[in-house]
Structures are given as structure tokens and as C-alpha cells.
């Protein structure tokens, strides 16, 4: 392997002026319309769960797209398949693209390729391409980078490699970098539909491009430091007993990419029987030792709540302080606002994956829906953040509505101009057009901030009392010191780590996804999983919180969103050890991104779980000194 970056930009360098630059450029206003219409009908097919079929007879043009290029090992460092020196029409066009395909980074452009439906072509030529040097080497990093390209045929995505590199022996050595300028379309249809399609390299030889250049055998001349190259091309149709609707199936079976993920029950029994001892020890334990201080404090039935006995020791006697509110009113409002948000977007997102409305053939329909979702749920922080907020007598509401809009955009809005940069500056298409990020930034102004203020008001109007069932003291009461191992670091470590024990596994198949070329299906499962997390961190927040009320402190309020969010630290951690370890990624413009986003995936995380445990820890409090014998 080779160093890449400046190389890319050669590459990106070297594309003719024909070439429309999308991911620079934008796209133009006749595409962007087209692209509109688009996105209406991409969100009634998700509504609907309707596939937009293409049917054919017999002889129609069936239209090959090219997409994208780029390192086997960087799925992210994507390129225009135009950027290298290849066969390309004299004016490119581009499909229109629908909002998740462009944030793919899909820059699909009409091909030389001529398919017509069921009539098989043998040997066509594609053109002939005469290289220079400087396109020569191009190719050759290309090859000795194990680019792959992507095509796309009636929503099927073909895979192929770029070229072919072999090395071998050491004493003498041998390096091989040859070129593909044959391929072969199997495409298997059923009626008139197409269900899959791939391309084959089998019984071709690849074109050398050896720095000695010289005649070969594949169609390659060389003379004065330029090199001539014939593309040919096969058809080969096949009828398939599969249905239309079930052609997803192929696509899962499909051997391009190596299969790693697989039914995995055995971490899905680990982590259901940690929940069940986790809620043995919360239900049974804990309840017994409840049992033992209701008995002990309720034995005087005389006292007040003012008037308690102050001889007492543990929880009872930091009743008039357990319910101070704490500070910092309006930042943890506007993260149980947030996390609240997430929860119902993710919890969204499975259910329309269990509905199966993200078929495996619709480029980036998750990444809309996540899209859509995140700005419709908006009114759900602010709601829940500026509700909070009033109950516990805040008076800035103003100040927290755009405190809760900005907890999560901020960070996102600088990390995507950091790794957009950096894309842009490499040429990948992973930079997202002008025409795209005016889109989602309008609708974030006009949907999903304007949902937020709608829900802060609301919620404001609509907020009752904290329903403490203690009065709270004016003046606070001295918290004794506490031991080593109930520090916030300690509960933090251990709220954190149970957590991400329980979904460790399963993260290394979505890790597999994500940041590789698997498709995830198994979503029955990510649902267990969801419910486990959820489950684990509640019972872990309950548990810390009474080792901390028993130690008379009553400072419980951001120690309970602390404590299990910090599972996102893990989360960060093992995002670490995922890329050197489980991982052949490398280079600047995948480094960035994989940091970037898993510092997001880590905040998400800590929102959504410091919210539950929050609330968790909340009910339980509330429970509690209900249930004390207190006039």
C-alpha cells in the first residue's frame, strides 16, 4: 500500500473539464428541482412502504449508472467515478439524487455502457482511451490502493475492483499492477423486472501497468510514454424464480464484500441475563434493605416532616434537602430536553426499520428518515426541557428554549464543517453540495427550531408543580464526607461501564456497519438491545442513587445523569480500539470522520441515557419518601 492524499488530489486534479464537480459545485437548478421531487416521492414511498418498481420489455434501455471510487479499506473516501482516467461520455449528467443519496455521498452519472433488457451483448467495445504518463500513474495508485467502484443498475449496486495488484517473493521481488478493461454484466430478471445484477472479472486478464509499459495481450499499446486502452464489455441475462419484492434477499446474499455479521444470540443471552440480575439485585435487594429502613424510621408515626427525629442516620434525614433544586437549571433541562428527543427518534427509527420501510435497494432512505425525524421532534425538547425547567422554578425559559435547540446542533454543525472541509478539500464526494446544505439548513431554521420554540411554549403554559413530598429547608445541610468508591469518577466508571458491557457486542456489528459495507437487518435485535440498554442503565442509576442518599448526600441530580452517561466515554473508548484494531482504516479524510461523528454517537448516548437514568432516579426518590410515615 501506498501513502494516499496527494496522490487523491491528482487524481481529482486530473479530471477533464467536462466533468461536473458536484460535490463542489453543487448541483445545477434544473437538477435541484428534480432532486425536490425527488425527496416527496422518497417520503411516500417511506410512508407508504411502496417500492418504486421499473418495469421493462423486452429491448428497452435499461440505464447503468456510474457512482463512486475509492480505497477498499475507507468506505468514507469516496471519489466520482469520472475522476479517474476512464471511459466517459463527452457531456456527463447526473441522476437527481434524493437528500439521503447525496448524504451517501452517491454522485451518480449516466454511463457509456449500452444494456438493453434481456438481449445479451458479447465483447462490445466501450471506446478506446489513449493514457498518458501522469494518467498511467493515476491508475496504477488507484490499483495498488485497492479502489473499488460502485455502479448502480435499477437501484442495484454493483462492486468491482478497480484493477488487479499481486506481490510476491522477497529475494527477487515481484510487483504486479494490472487493469481491468474487460468486464461482464450478470444481470437475473424475473417478468420484466430486474432483480440483481453484479459484474465478473472471471477468465480475463488484467492490462499491466508496469513501468516498462510495452505491448500486452489486453488490448494496451504503449508508444513515446502514452498508453492506449480498449474497454470492452459483456451482457449476460438470467431468469431468476425470485419475486420483485423479495430481490432484497439477493442483495443480502451477495458475496462482494467479506460476511462478517451473523445472528449473534450468544451476546444477546449475555446481555438478557445481565438485565436479569441487574433487576434481581435492584427489585430484591434493594427492596429488602428498603424493607429495613421503612421498618426502622416509621416506627415513631407522631413526627412530622419538620419534626423528624434528627437521631436518625442514611436517606430519612436528608429529607428537607433531597429535593433542592440544583444548579445549572437550565443546562440539565435542556439535556433531559434533548435526551428525550433522541430517545423518540430512535425509538422511531427501529419501528420503521421493523416495518421494513428501509429496503435495502433505496440509497440512504435511513438517512432522510433520520433527517425528517430529528426535525419533527423538536417539539419534544422543547416540551420536555422548558416543562422541567418551569417546575423547578426557572425563570430564564427564553434563554433554555435556545439552549436546547443548540445543545446538539452546535456541535454537530461544527464537527460536520470540520470533516465537510476535509472532504472538500480532497475531492471526495462525501462533501456536500451548496444546494444540499441550504436544504438541511433551512430545515432546521424553518422546522426544527421553530418546533422547539413551539414545544418550550407549550410546555411552559402547561408545566404543574415538582410534586415534592417533603418541604425543602432554606438552609442547606453540611454533607459529611464521603468514602473513596462513592466519588462521582467511581460512580461514573461504574454507571458507565455495566452499560456498555451489555451492548459491547452488538456495537462491534453496528461499528461493522456504519463505518464498513455491511447491511444491517438483524433489527428485532437492535430492538432487544435498545430495550436492554435502556433497562440497565435505569436499574444502575436507581442502585447508585440510593448508595448516595445512604450516605446522607443529597447532591443526586447531575450525579444521576452522570453516572450512566458516561457510558459514552466507553462508547469513545471502544471507537478507539475499533479503528486500530478491528479496522484497516487510515488516512486523513477517513481519520476525521470516524473521530468526528463517533464524538457525536458518544453525546448521543450520554444524552439519551443520562436522561433515563435521570427520571429513573427521579421516580425512585419520589417513591421513597412517599412512603415515609410523614405528617
Request: aromatic fraction near 12%; proline fraction near 3%.
Given at each position: 500500500m501506498v501513502s494516499r492524499g496527494p496522490g487523491i488530489r491528482k487524481i481529482l486534479q486530473a479530471a477533464p473539464t467536462g466533468v461536473e464537480m458536484t460535490p463542489r459545485l453543487g448541483l445545477s437548478s434544473h437538477q435541484y428541482s428534480n432532486g425536490v421531487r425527488r425527496y416527496c416521492v422518497l417520503a411516500v414511498c417511506l410512508l407508504s412502504q411502496i417500492g418504486c418498481t421499473a418495469s421493462y420489455n423486452q429491448g428497452d434501455a435499461v440505464t447503468l449508472y456510474v457512482n463512486k471510487v475509492g480505497p477498499y479499506h475507507n468506505p468514507q473516501e469516496t471519489y466520482h467515478f469520472y475522476t479517474l482516467p476512464?471511459?466517459?461520455?463527452e457531456q456527463v449528467r447526473h441522476k437527481a439524487l434524493s437528500l439521503g443519496e447525496v448524504l451517501d455521498g452517491d454522485r451518480m452519472a449516466e454511463s457509456l455502457y449500452k444494456i438493453r433488457f434481456r438481449e445479451n451483448t458479447d465483447r462490445q467495445t466501450?471506446?478506446?482511451?489513449?493514457?498518458?504518463?501522469?494518467?498511467?500513474?493515476?491508475?496504477?495508485?488507484?490499483?495498488?490502493e485497492l479502489y473499488y467502484f460502485e455502479f448502480v443498475l435499477d437501484d442495484i449496486p454493483i462492486w468491482g475492483f478497480v484493477g488487479y495488484m499481486e506481490e510476491s517473493g522477497f529475494l527477487p521481488h515481484s510487483h504486479k499492477v494490472g487493469l481491468w478493461t474487460h468486464l461482464d454484466f450478470n444481470i437475473e430478471y424475473n417478468g420484466d423486472s430486474v432483480i440483481f445484477a453484479?459484474?465478473?472479472?472471471?477468465?480475463?486478464?488484467?492490462?499491466?501497468?508496469?513501468?516498462?509499459?510495452?505491448l500486452s495481450p489486453g488490448g494496451m499499446g504503449s508508444s513515446a510514454g502514452s498508453l492506449t486502452v480498449t474497454h470492452t464489455y459483456s451482457v449476460h441475462w438470467f431468469e431468476s424464480p425470485l419475486p420483485y419484492v423479495r430481490r432484497a434477499e439477493r442483495l443480502r446474499d451477495y458475496s462482494f464484500f467479506p460476511k462478517t455479521l451473523e445472528i449473534h444470540w450468544l451476546s444477546i443471552i449475555n446481555s438478557l441475563v445481565l438485565v436479569v440480575l441487574l433487576l434481581g439485585f435492584?427489585?430484591?435487594?434493594?427492596?429488602?434493605?428498603?424493607?429495613?429502613?421503612?421498618?426502622?424510621?416509621?416506627?415513631?408515626?407522631?413526627?412530622?416532616?419538620?419534626?423528624?427525629?434528627?437521631?436518625?442516620?442514611?436517606?430519612?434525614?436528608?429529607?428537607?434537602?433531597?429535593?433542592?433544586?440544583?444548579?445549572?437549571?437550565?443546562?440539565?433541562?435542556?439535556?433531559?430536553?434533548?435526551?428525550?428527543?433522541?430517545?423518540?427518534?430512535?425509538?422511531?427509527?427501529?419501528?420503521?426499520?421493523?416495518?421494513?420501510?428501509?429496503?435495502?435497494?433505496?440509497?440512504?432512505?435511513?438517512?432522510?428518515?433520520?433527517?425528517?425525524?430529528y426535525a419533527l421532534?423538536?417539539?419534544?425538547?422543547?416540551?420536555?426541557?422548558?416543562?422541567?425547567?418551569?417546575?423547578?422554578?426557572?425563570?430564564?425559559?427564553?434563554?433554555?428554549?435556545?439552549?436546547?435547540?443548540?445543545?446538539?446542533?452546535?456541535?454537530l454543525f461544527i464537527t460536520w464543517s470540520v470533516v465537510n472541509s476535509v472532504h472538500w478539500w480532497s475531492g471526495s464526494t462525501q462533501a456536500l453540495p451548496a444546494s444540499t446544505v441550504l436544504l438541511l439548513?433551512?430545515?432546521?431554521?424553518?422546522?426544527?427550531?421553530?418546533l422547539t420554540v413551539i414545544g418550550g411554549i407549550v410546555g411552559k403554559n402547561r408545566a404543574g408543580s415538582f410534586q415534592a413530598p417533603c418541604r425543602t429547608r432554606n438552609i442547606p445541610r453540611q454533607i459529611p464526607q464521603q468514602p473513596w468508591y462513592k466519588h462521582t469518577a467511581v460512580h461514573m466508571a461504574i454507571g458507565g461501564f455495566l452499560p456498555f458491557s451489555a451492548i459491547s457486542v452488538e456495537l462491534y456489528y453496528i461499528f461493522a456497519t456504519v463505518w464498513g459495507r455491511e447491511h444491517y437487518t438483524l433489527y428485532g435485535i437492535l430492538l432487544c438491545v435498545f430495550a436492554?440498554?435502556?433497562?440497565?442503565?435505569?436499574?444502575?442509576?436507581?442502585?447508585?442513587?440510593?448508595?448516595?442518599?445512604?450516605?446522607?448526600?443529597?447532591?443526586?441530580?447531575?450525579?444521576?445523569?452522570?453516572?450512566?452517561?458516561?457510558?459514552?466515554?466507553?462508547?469513545?473508548?471502544?471507537?478507539?480500539?475499533?479503528?486500530?484494531?478491528?479496522?484497516?482504516?487510515?488516512?486523513?479524510?477517513?481519520?476525521?470522520?470516524?473521530?468526528?461523528?463517533?464524538?457525536?454517537?458518544?453525546?448521543?448516548f450520554s444524552l439519551m441515557l443520562g436522561t433515563v437514568s435521570f427520571w429513573?432516579?427521579?421516580?425512585?426518590?419520589?417513591?421513597i419518601y412517599r412512603s415515609l410515615k410523614m405528617d
Open positions: 476512464v471511459c466517459r461520455p466501450l471506446c478506446q482511451i489513449t493514457l498518458n504518463e501522469k494518467e498511467v500513474e493515476q491508475l496504477r495508485e488507484a490499483v495498488e453484479n459484474v465478473s472479472v472471471k477468465d480475463v486478464k488484467p492490462v499491466p501497468l508496469d513501468e516498462s509499459g510495452g435492584v427489585i430484591i435487594i434493594l427492596m429488602r434493605v428498603l424493607k429495613n429502613d421503612f421498618a426502622r424510621y416509621n416506627v415513631e408515626e407522631d413526627g412530622g416532616c419538620d419534626d423528624l427525629d434528627q437521631g436518625d442516620n442514611g436517606w430519612k434525614i436528608i429529607h428537607t434537602d433531597v429535593f433542592r433544586f440544583p444548579p445549572y437549571k437550565s443546562l440539565l433541562c435542556a439535556v433531559l430536553g434533548v435526551g428525550a428527543q433522541f430517545l423518540t427518534l430512535a425509538t422511531g427509527i427501529i419501528i420503521m426499520a421493523l416495518l421494513g420501510m428501509f429496503n435495502i435497494h433505496r440509497h440512504g432512505a435511513i438517512n432522510s428518515a433520520a433527517i425528517v425525524l421532534t423538536s417539539c419534544v425538547s422543547g416540551y420536555c426541557s422548558c416543562s422541567f425547567y418551569t417546575q423547578i422554578h426557572g425563570q430564564r425559559w427564553v434563554w433554555n428554549i435556545i439552549l436546547t435547540s443548540s445543545l446538539f446542533s452546535a456541535p439548513l433551512g430545515a432546521w431554521m424553518l422546522v426544527g427550531f421553530p436492554i440498554l435502556l433497562s440497565v442503565g435505569a436499574c444502575i442509576s436507581v442502585a447508585l442513587t440510593y448508595f448516595l442518599l445512604s450516605g446522607e448526600d443529597y447532591r443526586w441530580w447531575w450525579r444521576s445523569v452522570l453516572s450512566t452517561g458516561s457510558t459514552g466515554i466507553f462508547i469513545f473508548v471502544y471507537s478507539v480500539f475499533y479503528y486500530r484494531n478491528r479496522s484497516s482504516m487510515s488516512g486523513a479524510v477517513q481519520s476525521v470522520e470516524f473521530f468526528g461523528y463517533s464524538l457525536l454517537t458518544a453525546l448521543v429513573a432516579s427521579l421516580t425512585f426518590i419520589r417513591y
